[in-house]
């Protein structure tokens, strides 16, 4: 029974990943047949030892396909929403834009101090296309697995945040913003300056010099991590949450019902938080990116 469990969440937290096995790799058969690969070849991983085997550029299919679809489908509703507003009695679906909008928009202008048309259209985009990710999170665990299995598809994970290469990629991408409008708002002496003549200064020169290094130090580890931690904090608790559905999945079915239920309203909340803390701190780097003190 502790086999077969352990089997089943490795198997649920195994993405579907497309990479490059090398020549003269043993790949296994489900039935036990091995082949050896007579030259390096694409393709789909069948176990998590072949996926570890493709390296660093290996792609996870099912978190880059459930992402991009999920984009789709914001950018579909909100383009709905905007052909057909109308200034007189709103339907549903213009009256939801409206509250996100106005949301997004108070947000931006209680925390961003710089002037910048980017900023607003960033977090709305950041805040719905995170939460739709989140989301997917309150699918029972083994409904799309299940149906992507009797098509022929092993592994099938449907929550892109739970992987943190996606939770990643966004951060690093919010890194190359604080990065570029830093330069632009600063420039490059600015910028520079900003990390190696702070937090400690000095009127003498020599001494100036000396504490350039730990300037250095502590400003370059402090912005390196702001992707880091903005990555890991939302993969975290959504892998921990994940986790827990499919550890409830494991149990008799009456226990299922009755901790699955609770513990996916308590979700709800997280999968927002979530969303909302990505959003609000995007918000606030890219503030600090702009202002121009010096």
Known sequence: ???????????????????????GYERVAEDGTVTTLSESTWTLARTSAEAGDMGFWAVHVDSLGWAVGLGLIF??????????VTSGQPGGLQNFVEVMIEFVDNSVKETFHGKNKVIAPLSLTIFCWVFLMNLMDLVPVDWVPRLFYLMGVDY???VPTTDV???LGMSLSVFALIIYYSVKVKGVGGFLGELTLHPFSSDNLFLKI????VNLLLEGVSLLAKPISLALRLFGNLYAGELIF????????????????PWAIFHIL??????FIFMMLTIVYLSMAHEDNH
């Open 156 to 158: 099938m994970k449907i």
């Open 75 to 84: 950018l579909i509703l909100f383009r709905m929403a905007a052909k057909r």
């Open 270 to 275: 997280i999968i927002t938080l979530q969303a």
């Open 210 to 213: 000396l504490l350039i290094p």
């Open 1 to 23: 029974m502790a086999g077969s469990a352990s089997e089943y969440i490795q198997h649920h937290l195994q993405n579907l990943t497309y990479g490059k096995l090398p020549a």
């Open 246 to 261: 499919i550890l409830i999945a494991l149990l008799p079915l009456w226990a299922q019902w009755t901790l699955s239920v």
């Open 165 to 167: 290469n996606v939770t």
